[in-house]
């Protein structure tokens, strides 16, 4: 059983268009997050869900916007994509009292062209 | 100065080698100290997590912190190809805080 998943696993796309990448996680937790991880593997948090609710908003571009519909679910949506933007993104759990153990996402490989 | 600090590698060593991973911190407000292994193209998943200062071991992995010099240590024992991967440290400033800052991994082979 998968934990945390994400779809797509790959995108790629032109410069300009909108994207959304999903993710969904059957472990129960109530805390999730999305991750960038750059070329050089540097991994750096961008935003984090705990009930829904917005708690991390890194400084990210305001094209980045994540939507938390219910407690097992967080997306990303992304408009106006840029060559800048390609990395890969992961996504993450964890419960609000273990934020320091997290358990992450198989990540979606993002190309834009 | 970055908050984390890691030698990024890539190390090569011999299988049945030991392994020292290392990273250092500027953050004097960390308390709770992961490491983390990524295989090539997965997510990172947890492999050792210690609170505090103080030594704790799993299997063939030993994970070493020292607050006062802001350091803390990976030891893999008995080294297996299988250990190959990028090993990032994780550290977070306390029970609940949901902010993870990353090293930016070392890159490992083991050369079987």
């Known amino acids: 059983d998968t934990a945390v998943s994400q779809t797509p696993k790959y995108l ?3 410069m300009g268009n909108d994207k959304s990448i999903k993710c969904e ?3 129960g937790h109530d805390t999730m ?3 960038k991880q750059d070329s050089k593997k540097f991994l750096k948090i961008m935003f984090s869900y705990n009930n829904k609710e917005l708690i991390i908003n890194e400084t990210v571009p305001n094209r980045f916007s994540p939507k938390s519909p219910d407690k097992a679910h967080l997306n990303l949506h992304i408009n106006s994509l840029e060559l800048g933007d390609s990395a890969v993104y992961f996504c993450a759990s964890s419960q609000s009292d273990r934020g320091e153990t997290q358990y ?3 990540g979606t490989r993002l190309l834009v062209l | 100065q970055k908050e984390v600090e890691q030698d990024p590698g890539p190390l090569s060593v011999p299988e049945g080698a ?3 991973l290392n990273c250092t911190y500027s953050n004097s407000a960390f308390q709770y100290f992961m490491w983390y292994r990524q295989y090539s193209r997965k997510g990172p998943e947890l492999l050792m997590y210690t609170y505090s200062s103080g030594n ?3 299997g063939r992995f030993t ?3 020292d607050k006062s010099s802001k350091y803390i240590s990976l030891f893999i024992r008995d080294s297996q190809p299988s250990d190959s991967a990028t090993y990032l440290c994780a550290m977070s400033t306390g029970a609940g805080s949901y902010q993870l800052t990353f090293g930016k991994g070392t890159k490992l082979s ?3």
């Open chain 1, 12 to 14: 790629v796309t032109q």
């Open chain 1, 25 to 27: 996680q059957n472990l």
């Open chain 1, 33 to 35: 997050y999305w991750y």
């Open chain 1, 104 to 106: 992450f996402g198989p």
């Open chain 2, 18 to 20: 030991i392994v020292s």
């Open chain 2, 56 to 58: 704790k071991e799993d």
């Open chain 2, 63 to 65: 994970a070493q912190v």
């Open chain 2, 110 to 112: 083991v050369i079987p």
